[in-house]
């Protein structure tokens, strides 16, 4: 079984960008391994818009009057320069604070790290004209190192969008030598629609097969990585789950859903919930496997609920002897899209030490991955599934917390967030004994 697992592992690991033939040709490997074990898999196709790079410039004008040009992407969903392009004086953003933000109106700005909508509020109201973002580390070379491609995401979109690129960090470090006053900068950008696929399985339960337990991964991956950390790992463990519910049938119906495009703003998980509404209706959690398989590094649990489901899983890792650690916090993949249909989530995932894991970059590949690494988080979600699935009374009580509520709005932007429109909801407790 455990060889099973690897070798599916290996056999999707190239990489599968959204809507590429790659996606695909993942989809219908794992679609024919899934018919392997008994289950008849539906391909739900959806599509989706975005505006990518069509040409991205950067230099820096020097006093003299000439160019010395940088290697920049452009960043998916921002705003474009128009065929002109812009000049504008140049700053280096180091910090938020309060010096720096006065220093920016009107000026492109060199910034690291991923904005957060509040950091980006900020360089709005300050004015700026634009900016670059780093990839990669200072240690990276230019043979061993891809330009990180990034999304402006959905959260920044409700402060308006700016001209936004990315360079390598070694290369800022070049720019910043110059001692940059003025760049010239010119972004274009075009709509594509990008057509994609989630594959899904329904095992239907017995005595409880109204009540629906998603279990979901996805099978995309970013480019250049070879996606087999992630989250090729996740999908595969979830067809070796179907092995077994095919052979140990559960009261509950499992809904086994493989996304596609999680990497591009998790858009399966969004196609899927917005194209069944009957069924978040009836479904009582959702279980995401996002990362795994990996010889280095410790299992993650995320939960996206209750404390009475964090005292209730922290019971079940000593009952099953699994080292896990729990946090209850949003995590950043397809369960994001459940919670904010107000289904809980417990969102197992793997953490890397210090050094030892470069998710989205080329090292994302089979060199780390371990057979026995990945047996023991299937052998987890099978026990996970079954426990939840078979239980009298179901576990996890049908909430998301406010601090949670908070959270998932600010992740996907007050408006494209569905539970921003669902009234607050209240965690029942048991009624006390009365003499
Ligand atoms: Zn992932």
Do not use: C
């Amino acid at each position: 079984m455990a060889k099973k697992t690897y070798e599916r592992l290996a056999a999707i690991s190239y990489s599968r960008t959204s809507g590429s033939p790659e996606e695909r040709k993942a989809l219908k490997y794992l679609a024919g391994e899934i018919k392997k074990t008994g289950f008849d898999p539906v391909i739900e196709e959806f599509t989706y818009t975005r505006k990518v790079p069509k040409e991205a410039f950067l230099a820096v004008v020097n006093d003299d009057g000439s160019e010395t040009v940088f290697t920049v992407t452009g960043v998916i969903d921002s705003a474009s320069t128009g065929a002109k392009g812009k000049t504008a004086g140049f700053y280096y953003l180091r910090s938020f604070d309060e010096v720096s933000l006065s220093r920016i109106r009107d000026k492109f700005v060199l910034i690291h790290d991923r904005l957060s909508p509040e950091e980006y509020d900020r360089l709005k109201k300050a004015g700026i004209a634009g900016y670059v973002t780093t990839s990669g580390t200072i240690r990276d070379t230019y043979e061993n190192s891809d330009l990180e491609t990034v999304r402006f995401r959905e959260n920044l979109k409700d402060y308006g969008a700016v001209p936004a690129f990315t360079i390598r960090m070694i290369e800022a470090v070049e720019l910043l030598k110059l001692r940059p006053e003025k760049v010239r900068f010119k972004l274009t950008l075009k709509e594509e629609t990008v057509k994609s696929a989630n594959l899904v399985v329904t095992v239907e339960g017995s005595d409880l097969k109204d009540e629906i337990l998603t279990v979901g991964a996805h099978y995309d991956s970013v480019p250049f990585s070879l996606g087999s950390w992630d989250n090729g790992a996740g999908a595969v463990e979830v067809v070796s789950l179907l092995e077994y519910l095919k052979k140990h049938p559960v009261r509950r119906t499992i809904k086994a859903v493989l996304f596609g495009s999680e990497e591009t703003g998790l858009r399966g998980s969004r196609a899927y919930t917005d194209a069944h509404p009957d069924l978040n209706e009836k479904t009582k959690a959702m279980i995401n496997i996002d990362v795994g398989g990996s010889i280095l590094g410790k299992e993650l649990i995320f939960l996206a609920a209750g404390d009475e489901t964090e005292s209730w899983i922290r019971g079940l890792l000593k009952e099953a002897g699994y080292e896990a650690v729990t946090v209850k916090k949003l995590m950043s993949s397809d369960s994001a899209n459940f919670n904010d249909v107000g289904i809980p989530s417990i969102s197992l995932g793997q953490g890397a030490p210090r050094g030892g894991g470069y998710m989205h970059t080329r090292y994302d590949n089979m060199d780390l991955i371990d057979e026995n690494v990945l047996e023991r988080e299937a052998g987890f979600l099978k026990y996970l599934t079954q426990r939840l699935a078979d239980s009298e009374v179901f576990p996890i009580p049908r909430f998301i917390p406010e601090q949670l509520r908070k959270e998932i709005i600010s992740y996907f932007g007050k408006n494209l967030s569905r539970i921003a429109s669902l009234p607050a909801a209240q965690e029942e407790k048991p009624l006390p004994f009365r003499f």
